[in-house]
């Protein structure tokens, strides 16, 4: 059964600080998400994965995948306070498209 | 706004009942996902739709059950209802399978008293 990691599980950072937000996952796969939660909303998605080395940017995030480590990371750059939420990375098994969600990560940005 | 739909957005029910929470997709969208939300459980994949037919099956349990109407929206019906089931249920969509972005919907929130 495919098990997903998410390091650390808390997270308050000071404005303008840089972090990273790790996810490993137990078996083979090539398709991870990394998505966003607001307290008391829904989910909004900020990256898909889909291949070895894929790496992808928005604003003052970027995720990464590396298939071989079974690792993927979530880079804050220079934290904002827009920033504070939950956030989830999930994986796709490679064997049957079930997808499993790590345990998430809360993420507070400190003036 | 995603384009995605689900109601009701609150629903309160006793146990041993049964609700049905509907889903509409984005439009153009072919898959549809159903995911439950607990502070015990964390996120769960329950189960995924594309064009009609299941596509892949997670922890849903027997007293769960799905479908995706030829208009593509969707319906997950819980019944035989307990304290436990209470959550958030989201449904989302994406245009063909786990490839391609999912889209959420604002959920509905489950409680069974």
């Known amino acids: 059964e495919l098990k997903v990691e998410q390091n650390p599980l808390f997270l308050s950072m000071q404005e303008g600080k840089n972090y990273t937000i790790y996810c490993n996952y137990s078996?083979?796969?090539?398709?991870l998400y990394w998505y966003r939660q607001d307290p008391g909303k829904s989910l909004e998605s900020l990256f898909v994965?889909?291949?070895?080395?894929a790496v992808k940017q928005e604003g003052r995030l970027m995720a990464s995948l590396d298939t071989k480590a079974r690792l993927s990371t979530l880079h804050i750059t220079a934290a904002v306070h827009d920033l504070s939420a939950t956030y989830f990375c999930?994986?796709?098994?490679?064997?049957?498209?079930?997808?499993?969600f790590g345990t998430g990560t809360r993420l507070t940005i400190i003036p | 706004d995603s384009g995605v739909t689900q109601t009701p957005k609150h629903l309160i029910t006793a146990t041993g009942q049964r609700v049905t929470l509907r889903c509409s997709p984005r439009s153009g969208d072919l898959s549809v996902y159903w995911y439950q939300q607990s502070l015990d459980q964390g996120l769960q994949f329950l189960i995924q739709?594309?064009?009609?037919?299941?596509?892949a099956k997670g922890n849903i349990l027997e007293r769960f059950s799905a479908q995706q109407f030829p208009d593509l929206h969707s319906e997950l019906n819980l019944s035989s209802l307990e304290l436990g089931d209470s959550a958030l249920y989201f449904c989302a969509s994406s245009v063909i399978g786990t490839s391609s972005e999912q889209y959420f919907g604002p959920g509905t929130r489950l409680t069974v008293t």
């Open positions: 739709y594309y064009n009609g037919e299941e596509r």
């Open positions: 994965l889909l291949s070895n080395g």
């Open positions: 078996t083979t796969s090539d398709r």
């Open positions: 999930a994986v796709v098994d490679f064997g049957n498209e079930k997808l499993t």
